[in-house]
């Protein structure tokens, strides 16, 4: 285990449908990231939050939500999705290091939109 | 632009062979570079990173990599494949076309390595 967990692992809902996807890492650090893993496609960076700063990927429709209470909870709030949203979705933290920080993945979340 | 190729999707190695599977990079000034690893329902896995210094990196279970600057290449190795290692690998390069202090990482499209027994 990397110290990352998601909940849920799985999650299948309508188009019309309002679900959350949660994040918690158990390592102490400083910065979480959720990714879009799609097959046959490179990760995509769909928002990252630290203490300095929250950057959000500007081709991520607005549909998709994130919250982050605080450095160990990240949360992705979901509305109105499309089936093209359906990939897994993985949440990562890191202790920023100027870059050099090395990411710990969770599990991640098999979301299918109906 | 900046990007990372992994231009295998799938590499077939026999058990006890060696095996490498390929990355190359493009991007501006000094790269940090990362492997991951995937297996099947789970997340990814941390591997190895170059920063700086020896350009032969050694990482987790049996794994190094040599970054090659003239060759823009970040090749994963390991001398004697096991089973146990068929899994997506993924190749990472830092983004370094803004002044934030988060690691905001461009990922290859993974290459599927597949050890026969």
């Known amino acids: 285990e990397t110290g990352v967990t998601q909940t849920p692992r799985h999650l299948v809902m309508g188009m019309t449908n309002k679900k959350s996807l949660k994040c918690e890492q158990h390592?102490?650090?400083?910065?979480m990231y959720w990714y879009k893993q799609s097959a046959k496609k490179p990760l995509e960076l769909m928002f990252v939050?630290?203490?300095?700063?929250?950057?959000e990927n500007n081709s991520v429709p607005s549909r998709f939500s994130p919250e982050c209470p605080n450095s160990s909870h990240l949360f992705l709030h979901l509305h109105t999705l499309q089936p093209e949203d359906s990939a897994l979705y993985l949440c990562?933290?890191?202790?920023?290091?100027?870059?050099?920080?090395?990411?710990?993945f969770g599990p991640g979340t098999r979301l299918t939109v109906l | 632009a900046q990007s990372v190729a992994q231009p295998e999707d799938q590499v077939n190695v026999a058990e006890g062979n060696p095996l490498t599977v390929k990355c190359t990079y493009s991007?501006?000034?000094?790269?940090?570079l990362f492997w991951y690893v995937q297996y099947p329902n789970r997340g990814l896995q941390f591997l190895l990173k170059?920063?700086?210094?020896?350009?032969l990196v050694k990482g987790s279970y049996g794994f190094e990599a040599e970054f090659n600057k003239s060759q823009t290449s970040f090749h994963l190795k390991k001398p004697s494949a096991l089973v146990s290692d068929s899994a997506l690998y993924f190749c990472?390069?830092?983004?370094?076309?803004?002044?934030?202090?988060?690691?905001?990482?461009?990922f290859g499209t993974g290459t599927l390595l597949a050890v026969q027994p």
């Open positions: 990562a933290s890191s202790q920023v290091e100027g870059g050099t920080d090395t990411q710990y």
């Open positions: 390592l102490g650090h400083n910065a």
């Open positions: 939050y630290s203490l300095e700063e929250r950057v």
């Open positions: 991007v501006s000034g000094n790269p940090y």
């Open positions: 170059y920063i700086t210094g020896d350009n």
């Open positions: 990472a390069v830092r983004r370094v076309d803004y002044g934030g202090a988060t690691n905001k990482l461009i």
